[in-house]
């Protein structure tokens, strides 16, 4: 399955930004999905997950309360809507499919999507 993800820029804090992966290929509704980040000089890491379905998800605590994973099958895209960005959001957001969501917080993926610039200056 081929990623594709989008919608990242430039934003002051407090902003809303919403991020979107449109998948390609194999059928979309097999894999779990994911989002990951990756800031400058750090190691890659778990932003939110969600089930085939849709019907459950699990965020990072640095993102809870703000950041919402949702999917749209029919589209065979994935979201991740952040809202009161901050400055420390900022980095390289990644989407990920896997074979389970919670398999996908330890960052087992499958397939790698392109990463989308997010920067949320102060």
């Known amino acids: 399955v081929q990623l594709q993800a989008s919608g990242g820029g430039l934003v002051q804090a407090g902003d809303s930004l919403k991020l979107a992966c449109a998948a390609s290929?194999?059928?979309?509704?097999?894999?779990?999905m994911g989002w990951f980040r990756q800031a400058p000089g750090k190691e890659r890491e778990f932003v939110a997950s969600?089930?085939?379905?849709?019907?459950?998800?699990y965020l990072a605590d640095s993102v809870k309360g703000r950041f919402t994973i949702s999917r749209d099958n029919a589209k065979n895209t994935v979201y991740l809507q952040m809202n009161s960005l901050k400055p420390e959001d900022t980095a390289v957001y990644y989407c990920?499919?896997?074979?389970?969501?919670?398999?996908?917080?330890?960052?087992?993926?499958?397939?790698w999507g392109q990463g989308t610039q997010v920067t949320v200056s102060s």
């Open positions: 990920a499919a896997g074979t389970w969501y919670l398999s996908l917080v330890r960052g087992r993926c499958d397939y």
């Open positions: 290929g194999r059928t979309f509704s097999s894999y779990a």
């Open positions: 969600i089930t085939k379905s849709g019907d459950s998800t």
